[in-house]
């Protein structure tokens, strides 16, 4: 009889784990697919990023038909550049 109950408490806790990490799964899911809707209606795009240090960057974004080139520091961003969106088969 003891047998039996400790191999029923077993069989149900890993059914209890396999369930738990289905309902992990399934909500992930969720997330990335919410996620990626809201990304797909955003009206800027960053296009690139590069890292200068620990606290500076520079981004490429794209507004528009526009691409902007801005310095990003602690300090705040600055506009360095505008560029207008081309065909970049030349490359």
Known sequence: MDFLYTVFKAISYLCIFFIVLYLVQLTSK??????NSMMKNRK????????????????????????YMIGI?????????????????NE
């Not at 520091?73 to 088969?89: K, V």
């Open 73 to 89: 520091s602690t300090n705040g961003f600055c506009n360095i550049d505008i560029l207008n969106t081309e065909d970049d088969s």
């Open 30 to 35: 969720y997330v990335i697919n919410k996620n």
């Open 44 to 67: 800027i795009k960053i296009i690139e990023r590069l890292y200068l240090g620990k606290d500076k960057e520079i981004a490429l974004i794209k507004y528009k038909d526009k691409e």
